[in-house]
């Protein structure tokens, strides 16, 4: 019946369709086999009336989604011949699908596999965000340099989602308090509605969908016109623009504040939309009835729990306690017990531009209200340290969530932690960081509140659906559960020395690099060796991932092919690819650097293809899935102590990367499951960073004492990399010889000798195949559903489930 469906929704427009046509005539036949589960789900929960959990996050980067359908509900295969027999070609209709990019990196991506592992053990969850109606910018490189266009994802409209206006909810800004006898009243605001749009997500062949719901901003019919109302009625109209823009743009900062008013807009927009719907939601706990049941709030923190993914929904805590205390009357203290019991926070970045510090001034106007309750909420908090400090005022200065100086500010994390039952970090590194260091003061104050949650990859995602060859010569070895339970990848060290299977990963990855290659050449027109080692560094550009670390490495080899071309040399290529914020002029000038450095490099006839750099531009969540699979080396090499976990290093490993790659974030957990001596670790760790800060980092006694180090800077500097324009690097040569907070020399050495080491190894394809499976057989800790499980029992206090749903076909018991 699936192949009779599709067959007659595709053939009636034989003559005229487009192969976009045919994708959404796809993309709606695997959506009716989602929509019976959905439903059927959404009922299930409203049987059992389980404790639901509410995962906030300002980003979502979901990628595609017509595959990750197919793969979860088992229709691959089905989907596959029905488009086979219709002369079509299934892949080139996935291509079409435009990614869904609400996310700038790290952060937004986590949100996603979360989503999937929820839906995949059970959980009655939710994502709550925002449909931006521009996600991350589509980046083109011209003439080397980065230029940014608008993402309009939306123009072919979105096959995936359902608009709710049913469920569409009304949002205050400005307006001013009144403190009446009645209570506490927050008045003549400007209101702006949400707007609910909700996309299914399956779980792995269980039948369950749950819902993520992201909210657009609409005007309401007044907008504007009683203001108005001099006759300017065409202005009034095209002001609700004004309302609408809340939910227009993603802001393309990865680890970095910028403290605009519309971005503050959106953080309460997604919040109190949000809350109102968790509120609705918790009263109304029957299925189909829209009355309140509960009227109490003594079991809320039972039946809810909100994860704050970072500080960006923080406002969920003084948003519940207004909604508790004043429209709903409940006690302060009680409120305050209620809140601190539902929300839990999760900490990403200890770097301190990414700390969320927003002025008093902007609170005082956009929510006036908040502002009281943030205030009285501190100073609760600083009574109580004052009590157990006495006459510690440094200390209540540290504590504060109000910060004084030029510009007063509200510090968000220090909001989050003290209205949080739970504070995690995202790896063990940076929990400890987080514990010992950032939140050092709260941690004495309340050190149970303190945990790690190392963060984990969907495999459905980032090994079945992007990987299949790997897939099946894993499942055949060993079966196909550690798609639901990764960890089960140990039994493939029974294989290590299996030439067989030895033989059976290496063609893998030999033919992932061999269509890989032709995807570069036909897309980019850049023919690359595909024998060569595939050195690969994705991830957004910042001076903390040091992209600036590898390109050194890459002018050095230069620098040794030209100077004796006859020696034999390890061939490689190597990709950086990552996308730079708009505003950070260095990272722009990296991009520029690489591209400059690729020019030189891949048109010197004496280096022929024994090394390439290849930009790899608009680096988003569809390339990824088809980089990651192809490579040979990963590329983590922040400076220690920086990166909080980074997730991009666990799905190399799970795909047959080696990891080359510092003690920082979850490298550290990924050398101790796999073995230090299967990954290639160099540089300084955490305590050899802060020696070095306590000595004095003095760039120029590197430069001085490391010849093929100061050749490398010499040229970049002299304009070697950019003949047309010698000086065009002086800022990058600048801040690495005298302001560098990242110590890119204070590694180059024994990163350099690292790589020899990955050469060496390299030219052992038998050796380096072993140490790839002995890294794929140890990556079972970073699956998400393990990350996931951990949350659910040790911060929301519910128990995954593995029972199926009965599917929509048959009755339900």
């Not at 608008?150 to 709710?164: F, S, T």
């Not at 300017?232 to 743009?249: F, G, H, K, T």
């Not at 955490?686 to 180090?709: F, Q, T």
Request: glycine fraction near 6%; charged fraction near 25%.
């Amino acid at each position: 019946s699936f192949n009779r469906h599709l067959h007659f929704t595709l053939v009636k427009d034989r003559n005229v369709a487009t192969p976009r046509d045919y994708y959404f005539a796809l993309a709606h036949t695997v959506r009716d086999h989602l929509v019976g589960r959905w439903i059927r789900t959404q009922q299930h929960y409203y049987e059992r009336d389980p404790k639901r959990i509410y995962y906030l996050s300002l980003e979502f980067y979901m990628g595609r989604t017509l595959q990750n359908t197919m793969v979860n509900l088992g229709l691959q295969n089905a989907c596959d011949e029905a488009i086979y027999q219709l002369g079509l070609d299934l892949e080139e209709l996935e291509e079409i699908e435009e990614d869904a990019g609400l996310g700038n990196g790290g952060l937004g991506r986590l949100a996603a596999c979360f989503l999937d592992s929820m839906a995949t053990l059970g959980l009655a969850a939710y994502g709550y965000g925002i449909r931006y109606e521009f996600g991350i910018f589509n980046q083109k490189i011209v003439d080397g340099w980065q230029v940014e266009e608008a993402d309009d994802w939306l123009r072919y409209g979105n096959p995936w989602e359902k608009a709710r206006p049913e469920y569409m909810l009304p949002v205050h800004f400005y307006g001013r308090v009144e403190h009446t006898p009645e209570g506490v009243k927050w008045v003549d605001t400007q209101v702006v509605l949400a707007m609910p749009y909700d996309t299914p997500v399956p779980g792995y062949k269980n039948n369950t969908v749950n819902t993520m719901r992201l909210w657009s901003a609409k005007a309401p019919n007044d907008f504007n016109l009683q203001e108005f109302n001099v006759g300017d009625y065409i202005e009034a109209v095209l002001d609700r623009n004004l309302a609408e823009n809340i939910s227009r743009v993603l802001y393309p900062n990865d680890n970095f504040f910028e403290g605009k008013e519309l971005r503050l807009k959106q953080e309460y927009f997604v919040v109190a939309a949000t809350l109102q719907d968790i509120i609705r939601r918790f009263k109304s706990s029957k299925f189909g009835c829209r009355d309140p049941v509960r009227t109490c709030f003594e079991t809320f923190p039972d039946k809810v729990a909100i994860q704050l993914n970072d500080t960006h929904p923080a406002l969920s805590i003084p948003e519940l306690m207004r909604i508790l205390v004043d429209v709903e009357k409940v006690d302060w203290d009680k409120a305050w017990e209620i809140t601190k019991r539902t929300c839990a926070y999760t900490n990403h970045t200890v770097l301190p531009e990414a700390l969320e510090r927003w002025p008093v001034s902007m609170f005082e106007k956009l929510l006036p209200r908040h502002l009281e309750i943030i205030y009285a909420l501190n100073q609760m908090h600083l009574d109580r340290v004052a009590a157990l400090y006495p006459g510690d005022v440094d200390r209540l200065r540290r504590m504060s969530v109000i910060e004084e100086g030029d510009c007063k500010r509200i510090n968000m994390a220090h909001l989050c932690v003290i209205g949080s039952h739970a504070v995690n970090g995202v790896a063990r590194i940076h929990s400890d960081i987080v514990k010992n260091s950032v939140f050092k003061d709260f941690y004495e104050l309340e050190p149970e509140k303190f945990q790690n949650k190392t963060n984990g990859i969907t495999p459905r995602r980032w090994l079945l659906l992007c990987n299949p060859g790997l897939a099946d010569v894993i499942a055949e070895k060993i079966g196909e559960g550690f798609i639901t339970d990764l960890s089960q990848l140990r039994k493939l060290l029974d294989f290590i020395n299996n030439e067989t299977f030895i033989r059976d990963v290496a063609k893998v990855k030999q033919e992932n690099k061999l269509k890989f290659a032709a995807y570069l050449e036909e897309q980019y027109k850049v023919k690359i060796n595909p024998s060569s080692m595939f050195d690969v560094q994705v991830k957004r550009i910042h001076e903390y991932k040091r992209q600036l670390l590898n390109c050194l490495h890459a002018v050095t080899l230069y620098n040794r092919i030209r100077s004796d071309p006859s020696r034999s040399f390890v061939p490689r290529t190597i990709m950086i690819g990552g996308k730079a914020a708009p505003g950070y002029h260095m990272a722009k000038m990296i991009i520029k650097l690489i591209t400059s450095v690729g020019e030189v490099v891949n048109n010197d006839p004496y280096v022929g293809d024994k090394l390439k750099v290849i930009f790899l531009e608009n680096y988003r969540v569809s390339l990824a899935e088809k980089v990651i699979p192809a490579a040979d080396l990963s590329q983590q090499i922040s400076t220690a102590g920086t990166e909080a976990s980074g997730t991009g290093n666990m799905k190399f490993m799970v795909n047959g990367a080696l990891t080359i790659g510092t003690m920082d974030g979850a490298n550290v957990e990924m050398a101790e499951e796999a073995g230090e001596e299967n990954l290639f670790i160099f540089g300084m760790r955490v305590e050899d960073v802060e020696a070095l800060d306590r000595k004095g980092y003095n760039a120029r006694e590197y430069y001085e004492r490391l010849p093929e180090l100061r050749q490398a800077v010499d040229q970049i500097s002299s304009g070697f990399f950019s003949p047309r324009d010698p000086g065009c690097f002086k800022d990058i040569v600048n801040m690495l010889m005298y302001h560098d907070r990242f110590k890119v020399f204070a590694d180059y050495e024994a990163y350099i000798k690292c790589q020899g080491q990955v050469d060496k190894l390299f030219m052992d394809p038998r050796e380096w195949t072993k140490k790839v499976i002995r890294n794929i057989a140890c990556s079972g800790k970073f699956s998400s559903d393990r990350t996931i499980t951990e949350y659910a029992r040790e911060i929301w206090g519910v128990e995954p489930s593995a029972t199926k749903i009965p599917p929509p076909n048959l009755p339900r018991d």
